[in-house]
């Protein structure tokens, strides 16, 4: 006797319906989480991108703005190189006018200069305050830092009350021997001006060794920056950019 369509599904049929139809929404949810995972990746990249592109574009407008360039010096008592020997990190320093007003109130006389201090260093060296929680990054990034102090030339006899207190790693003025001569012998532990770029990375790709992060032609008056961050983002380390080093040359103009 054949079964009629009135008399329902069987247990079995409903069980199949039910296998089925859970199947089809475990499939939903993952390809919604896959989605929305790789949405969550992209958008962080792009902010990453752009936190590069303003830290770039932020030291390509001191570097053009450099008076002189020191290449070689001496930070807290540790020789301190654009060139550094293997297993230390670069370091290089620029003398740029600090002429400034603010409010239609002059800052600084014309005859002040900022000595400009940028360092690569292990991003644990950091203090609390200039890093965010991040113990994975503590121990595999750099940050890329500027110390500051202020010089002034030998003319300028009111230099040092003429500079106010803020900001504070610039209280102090030192007095270069010449007109716009540096001392290669700087103290940046308590002048720490700004963490330029967090969680840098000197890595190319993994296992192909790694990049150059400055370089100075002094014939041509160029510079050289590669910047790169790395990151770990549920356990998966993530390079930005994510092919090679983002790359930026810029011309001096003093």
């Known amino acids: ?26 499939a939903l949810l993952s390809l919604e989480t896959a989605t929305v995972t790789g949405a969550n990746t992209a958008a962080l990249q792009a902010a990453r991108i752009r936190n590069l592109q303003e830290a770039s574009s932020y030291l390509a407008a001191r570097l053009r703005a450099a008076r002189l360039v020191s290449t070689d010096l001496s930070v807290n008592d540790q020789a301190c190189s654009l060139t550094p020997p293997a297993g230390t990190l670069p370091c290089f320093a620029i003398l740029v006018g600090e ?12 005859n002040a200069y900022s000595y400009l201090v940028y360092r690569l260093i292990p991003r644990l060296q950091l203090t609390a305050a200039d890093r965010a929680p991040d113990t994975w990054a503590d121990s595999n990034t750099y940050a890329l830092t500027q110390s500051q102090v202020l010089l002034c030339e030998p003319t300028a006899t009111s230099c040092t009350t003429a500079v106010p207190a803020t900001p504070p790693s610039v209280a102090i003025p030192t007095v270069m021997p010449t007109a716009l001569a540096i001392t290669p012998a700087v103290t940046a532990t308590h002048t720490l001006d700004q963490v330029v770029a967090d969680m840098s990375t000197l890595d190319l790709t993994p296992g192909s060794g790694t990049f150059t992060p400055f370089a100075y032609n002094a014939a041509s008056r160029q510079f050289t920056l590669r910047f790169r961050q790395k990151t770990n983002e549920r356990g998966t380390v993530r390079y930005t950019p994510a092919s090679e080093p983002y790359l930026l040359h810029i011309q001096r103009r003093n």
């Open 99 to 110: 002429t400034r007003t603010v409010g239609g109130v002059t800052q600084y006389q014309d």
């Open 1 to 26: 006797m054949k079964k009629r369509l009135a008399d329902g599904l069987t247990l079995i049929e409903l069980l199949v319906g039910l296998l089925v139809f859970g199947i089809l929404l475990a």
